[in-house]
């Protein structure tokens, strides 16, 4: 079974509301360059530190998440972003029951 990505034009409800706690990490788009995750985390889950092969932004949709890069813990709450470089290590574990879009900029071909 193909997994299904949004088409383009579509249009995509990004936060979860009411449906959070059912619902599970979802690849939104994937092409050569680009990579949208909607990344469902319940209260308490932890992403160890890793690396993403491109540069990264991590936007916060609901929920509250401790995200450490560079050596920083912060938390990232609705509304706030932020931007990591590529093979930047990082990792994050969630306050709240939250969801996050990351999106990643995959180099091309083996460029960024």
Do not use: W
């Not at 680009?34 to 092969?53: C, N, S, T, W, Y």
């Not at 509250?64 to 470089?85: C, N, V």
């Not at 290590?89 to 999106?103: F, R």
């Amino acid at each position: 079974m193909s997994i299904q990505h949004a088409r383009p034009n579509e249009i995509v409800q990004l936060p979860l509301g009411a449906g959070l706690a059912n619902s599970k990490t979802t690849t939104l788009v994937k092409s050569d360059h680009l990579e949208l995750i909607r990344l469902v985390l319940p209260a308490g889950k932890e992403i160890p530190m890793h690396q993403a092969h491109g540069e990264i932004t991590v936007q916060c949709l609901e929920g509250r998440l401790s995200f450490t890069a560079e050596s920083k813990t912060q938390e990232l709450m609705p509304g706030q972003l932020l931007y990591l470089r590529t093979g930047e290590p990082h990792g994050l574990k969630a306050i709240e029951d939250s969801s996050v879009l990351v999106t990643i900029l995959l180099k091309k071909n083996g460029t960024e």
